[in-house]
């Protein structure tokens, strides 16, 4: 009986060198994420663009992956009415957020869109009061007032985290993105939407591959828009807007 019992004891130690090993091999060390980098490529390769104002520019990451893409959160911001302006002029946004658009002028707003990423019409409203839309749907928003033909701005409702808008220099930096395979978009103020999608890449993130380089762009054109008719905006002024 003694003889039996040391067997099985003999046994436990093997057990346990064999279930550590087992639990070496299978375990994984956690992916680190990584700071992918990127910037707007001069026009003209000469000092007196390079002391040109940037272009609003915004890039994002598409995780090929299934599942990859971490939930965003959906918030509430403002698009201020103000001096026949937006402010901010561009507004990026996780899908499924609130967007007011408080009347901050002494006179009326219409508010409207007609574009892909979100239309809406907010009707004529007067100075003090706020109306709000909800950007449900992914894409890129071109937001006028149906009565200040000068006034506008853009606004991008994105389902992933992994985005940046370019800083003064033309530089972005995309914080916290894992290593992997993602589909690199990039939507720059001024250029068609043909051309931007021509700029649509695959690009693969490692520590190794985290500066994706310049980002070369057309030159920009400037496009009158429409009222939301779909007409040009009359030329004579409204003494009370």
């Known amino acids: 009986m003694r003889r039996r019992n040391e ?17 070496a091999q299978t375990a994984s060390p956690p992916e680190q ?29 598409s995780p090929m992956r299934p599942g990859a893409t971490p939930l965003v959160t959906p918030g509430r911001f403002t698009l201020m009415q103000k001096n026949k302006m937006f402010t ?73 985290p992994y985005s940046s808008v ?11 993105v894992p290593p992997g395979d993602y589909d690199l ?3 720059v103020e001024g250029q068609k939407q043909s051309s931007l999608d021509h700029l649509t890449r695959r690009i693969h993130v490692t520590r190794e591959t985290a500066n994706l380089g310049e980002i070369s762009t057309g030159q920009p054109e400037q496009q009158q828009h429409l009222n939301k008719f779909g007409q040009p905006y009359d030329p004579s002024p409204h003494p009370i807007y």
């Not at 004891?9 to 093997?14: G, I, R, S, V």
């Not at 707007?40 to 002391?51: D, E, G, K, Y």
């Open 185 to 187: 978009h990039v939507w």
């Open 33 to 61: 994420s990584i700071d992918v980098t990127a910037e707007l490529a001069p026009l003209q390769h000469s000092q007196a663009h390079r002391m040109e104002k940037v272009p609003p520019a915004v890039i994002w990451l």
């Open 88 to 160: 901010p002029h561009l507004l990026v946004v996780p899908v499924g957020s609130d967007v007011a658009f408080p009347n901050a002028d002494p006179f009326f707003h219409n508010v409207f869109s007609l574009f892909d990423g979100r239309r809406f019409d907010l009707g004529l409203y007067e100075a003090g009061s706020t109306r709000s839309v909800v950007f449900s749907r992914e894409g890129v928003s071109y937001i006028f007032c149906n009565i200040h033909s000068e006034m506008s701005a853009v606004v991008i409702a994105l389902s992933t």
């Open 166 to 176: 370019a800083d003064a220099r033309g530089a972005f930096r995309l914080k916290g």
């Open 7 to 23: 067997k099985r004891l003999n046994w436990f130690p093997l057990l346990v060198l064999c279930t550590g090993v087992l639990g």
